[in-house]
């Protein structure tokens, strides 16, 4: 898969605002057949940054939700910043 087509968005709520001032982590939605390895790959090509881990899940919704930690070298609030969403 492209990336484009992994990362459908960036989810931006509280629970996400936290994660990312507190955990160095970003909240994606992403397609329900991309693996974690593609998600990694996929964050790592759009934004230019390192990926240390991601945890994936399915809503209730019917989405797949990845939190996307990244490594120390890179700030997640720059990030959001840069995407918007801060």
Do not use: C, W
Not at 9 to 31: A, C, G, H, W
């Amino acid at each position: 898969m492209k990336p484009h087509e992994v990362i459908l968005f960036p989810l931006m709520t509280e629970r996400s605002i936290n994660m990312i001032e507190n955990e160095n982590k970003l909240v994606f939605i992403v397609d329900r057949r991309a693996n974690k390895h593609e998600i990694s790959r996929a964050v790592s090509h759009l934004y230019g940054v390192e990926v240390e881990t991601v945890n994936t899940l399915i809503s209730r919704e019917n989405r797949k939700k990845a939190f996307v930690k990244l490594t120390e070298e890179f700030d997640a609030s720059d990030l959001a910043i840069r995407l918007g969403i801060l």
